[in-house]
């Protein structure tokens, strides 16, 4: 079968290796398509080492190891990529995201695969006569997006910042606005690329009152001149720099929930301690490993609460990957969601 590796810079190889076995506990899933994530793009920008690519996976039940109930041959499931053990300290202790012995298939498995061996509570079940397979992709994405934006514990009527209008950040402003935020403000970087301005559009249409791009404005002067008193929640998708700024718009008592990697000297931020500290502000990372809230992020998309159709931008088959790669880089190109299917 097919496994696709990457490493920087952006060189892709396809190789090929046996189906995995079906331990005991495990089942196999044939794969049918597969979102684009930005980890993907980071690996392909700083990893050296070659890297199984792709983990928003979509696929098949094929083979079902003896003595597992709830699952079937040819149930079509989106497949979790990290899962707590439910055995460790932690799990037993009603606290599984803090799971010390978590299951991956990321370490020796791509999701841009034929083939996925997992344990068999890590798939979860989806309609596909009411969602489609290229929109079941946007799951993973969706609770991701849910962990960080449930983490800023945003209250009714609370003024909201996004920075970052990814696939994360778009999915933010919605869940921010069906939580009662009174206003959410989407900050990008650009809106003059097509890709940047693509982006912020769509943020409007995924609920954004406000669009601010650091090209165009001064981001935290704009925020502070809308909500002079400082706003109640901030959600960053976005690189670290913007901690910085969102301690500045935050009002006293203010949340910030933080999901942005960046290596190298990016990593690296300074703020003012004292103006966290009298404004008895709080930063909350959140790392959606393993991931929760797959039920709801798959009854959000079939319902069509997140519009899956405003978010997934292109398709392409695992045999264009190199070419699905390069359009979701390229600034020219108003890509938001890319996926891939195994055809
Ligand atoms: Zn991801
Ligand atoms: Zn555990």
Redesign the pocket.
């Known amino acids: 079968m097919r496994v696709l590796f990457g490493k920087a810079p952006f060189e892709f190889e396809w190789r090929d290796v046996p189906v995995p076995d079906l331990q005991p506990g495990k089942v196999l899933v044939r794969v049918e398509a597969g979102g684009i994530c930005g980890t993907d793009l980071h690996f392909l920008r700083y990893n050296d080492e070659w890297t199984p690519l792709g983990h928003e996976v979509v696929g098949v039940i094929e083979k079902i190891s003896e003595g597992i109930e709830g699952v079937a041959i040819g149930d079509r499931v989106i497949v979790e990529n990290h899962a707590?053990?439910?055995?460790?300290k932690?799990?037993k202790n009603g606290r599984?995201q803090y799971?010390?012995?978590?299951t991956t298939y990321m370490s020796d498995q791509a999701g841009f695969s034929d083939y996925l061996v997992v344990r068999y509570d890590m798939v979860h079940h989806y309609d596909p006569k009411q969602l489609e397979l290229t929109h079941a992709c946007l799951a993973e994405p969706l609770t991701v997006a849910l962990d960080v934006t449930l983490k800023a514990d945003i209250k009714l009527n609370d003024e909201v910042v996004v920075f970052g209008p990814g696939p994360i950040g778009l999915m933010a402003t919605k869940i921010a606005k069906l939580q009662g935020a009174r206003r959410v403000f989407l900050v990008g970087s650009n809106n003059s690329t097509p890709r940047g301005a693509h982006r912020l559009e769509i943020g409007h249409r995924m609920g954004a009152d406000v669009i601010l791009s650091y090209e165009e404005h001064h981001v935290a002067e704009t925020i502070l001149d809308a909500v002079p008193t400082g706003v109640d929640r901030v959600v960053i998708t976005a690189p670290p720099r913007t901690i910085k700024d969102a301690i500045s718009i935050s009002h006293f008592g203010g949340i910030i929930a933080f999901n942005g990697i960046e290596y190298g000297a990016g990593s690296q931020i300074t703020f003012d301690a004292n103006e966290f500290h009298f404004k008895k502000l709080q930063l909350r990372a959140s790392h959606a490993i393993p991931n929760h809230y797959f039920p709801m992020a798959i009854d959000l998309l079939t319902r069509r609460i997140i519009e899956p159709d405003l978010l997934l931008t292109h398709v392409f088959s695992f045999d264009e990957a190199k070419r699905a790669f390069q359009i979701l880089t390229n600034p020219e190109e108003k890509a938001i969601k890319v996926v891939l299917k195994n055809s």
Do not use: G, H, K, T
């Open positions: 707590a053990c439910w055995r460790c932690e799990c599984p799971c010390e012995n978590l």
